[in-house]
């Protein structure tokens, strides 16, 4: 696999809940995505790893702007999600996915690898 996916869980209104995507050689370009039954799947935040001097640029749906970090393990091919004062409607299958590429985007025919879904459930 490409991508390895890992973490979600259930949790409680206002709690946390972190992803982790290992990712092998060759992208640049990491975006979790989400996905409710029924409903299309939607970009949640991104992260392009393939600035200079070791800097990266960071994206982010509305939805979760202020309570969503994405970031890339330093040293390490791995990037995080971590979910801090979930709601209710943060529940969905989470996945990750990567790309070459340098301009944001949160469209999933954009994405060539992806890892396999991760349940998110906030509940109370």
């Known amino acids: 696999d490409h991508l390895v996916s890992s973490g979600g869980g259930s949790v409680l209104p206002g709690g946390s809940l972190r992803l982790s995507c290992e990712y092998r050689?060759?992208?640049?370009?990491m975006t979790w995505f989400r996905q409710i039954p029924g409903k299309e799947r939607v970009g949640v935040a991104s992260?392009?790893?393939?600035?200079?001097?070791?800097?990266?640029?960071?994206f982010y749906a509305d939805a979760v702007k202020g309570r969503f970090t994405i970031s890339q393990e330093s040293g390490q091919k791995k990037v995080h999600l971590q979910m801090n004062s979930l709601q209710l409607e943060d529940t969905a299958m989470y996945y990750c996915?990567?790309?070459?590429?340098?301009?944001?985007?949160?469209?999933?025919?954009?994405?060539?690898?992806w890892g396999r879904g991760i349940q998110v459930t906030v509940s109370s």
């Open positions: 996915a990567a790309r070459v590429g340098v301009v944001h985007s949160f469209r999933g025919e954009d994405f060539k690898y």
């Open positions: 992260i392009y790893t393939g600035n200079l001097k070791d800097t990266v640029t960071t």
């Open positions: 050689r060759g992208t640049n370009y």
